[in-house]
């Protein structure tokens, strides 16, 4: 083979991106930077809701959590790189910093994969059997659910990364991609990749086959479910509480499956412009799909709708905390309670009874206690 004779290392690749539309290259620069910036403050917001607001100390809100952090993971893996080749004039990655990019990219996409599963598996069970959900989705399950869809997803790299860094890449180094995409990467060894191959159909298996039959499998139970129930309100708000899900599955698995799946072009001038949309597929999967999860869960969310003023305003609340509960306990109401009231109880921890109940309002009204309580 006329690579094998070929035996100088590669030291670094080139990425392509969209060099050859220098036009189009500025406007999605443009475009990129401001999705991302998006994506940071979005899920950024959604993090810090989760954790701050004891109404979403649920195990769905524990994975949504989960899912922001990671798609500013996934995107910081690669949006930086992206704005950097554009801004500058060399578009070369140095080896080591092409394999990490490489790894740390596929072991977010990997466990987004699994915790969109679980996150099925989670409204599965809020749906179809919700007398049963505080035991089956406790913390002690839940937790583990999601360590181990990271876990499995860091794993999957770790084997992954070392089997295509160790290829010889003593050949054509320029990647027609805007990262270091395992499967770009692999296209370049001059060395056989049955191996790198059989891996990648194995991970297909895990990552895609398997939760995708599984969410599929979920929402045939729930929808069933919600049809069964009697009346359209009720019906309505069983879907409610997973149409953010859906949406957020339907657009992340249909632009995964539509970008692998397409059939590919022989002709040149074809082939070329097919490139041009793996590019343009490739930028919705990684950055568009993540800026989206915020806004789809947020709007579709009265929950979090509701408990992102309630955050804003929270350092308003702690400083009223110590006056407000003061004002509680000097109450004649508390005065009359046994001590062992839940009332009385809650009374003695105004911080639980402020964010449970009061509203920044009621604290420039004290009248409003009385009814309140």
Known sequence: MEKDNQTAPVMGFILLGLSAHPKLEKIFFVLVLLMYLVILLGNGVLILVTILDSRLH?????????????????????????????????????????????GLSFAMAGTECLLLGM???????????????PVVMSRAAY???????????????????????????????????????ILAVLKLACADISI?????????????????????V?????????LRIPSAEGRKKAFS?????????????GTLFFMYTKPKSKDSLESG?????????????????????????????KDVKAAVPATAEAPHLQMQLPRYGSLL???????SLPPAHPLLLRLQQPELFVTSILKPQHLRHPNVLLTLL
């Open 196 to 216: 790198n191959v059989i891996s990648m159909e194995v991970s297909n298996v895990i990552f895609l086959a398997v939760p995708v039959l599984f969410i599929l």
């Open 143 to 181: 937790v583990p659910m999601a360590a181990g869809s990271w876990a499995i997803g860091g794993a999957a790299s770790a084997v992954h990364t070392p089997l295509a860094i160790q290829l010889p890449f003593c050949g054509d180094n320029v990647i027609n991609h805007f990262t270091c995409e």
């Open 119 to 133: 996150m099925a598996f989670d409204r599965y069970v809020a749906i179809c059997n919700p007398l049963r959900y």
């Open 329 to 335: 306990s000097s109450l004649p109401l508390a005065a």
């Open 218 to 226: 979920s929402y045939v139970f729930i929808i069933i479910t919600i």
């Open 273 to 301: 412009m097919e490139d041009f949309s793996d590019k343009l597929i490739s930028l919705f999967y990684g950055v568009v799909t993540p800026m989206l999860n915020p806004i789809i869960y947020s709007l579709r969310n």
């Open 58 to 102: 649920t195990p769905m809100y524990f994975f949504l959590g989960n899912l922001s952090f990671l798609d500013i993971c996934y995107t910081t893996s690669s949006v930086p790189l992206f704005l950097d080749l554009v801004l500058t004039s060399h578009k070369t990655i140095s080896f080591s910093a092409c394999a990490g990019q490489m």
């Open 241 to 253: 509480t997973c149409s953010a899900h859906l949406t957020v599955v339907i657009i992340f698995y």
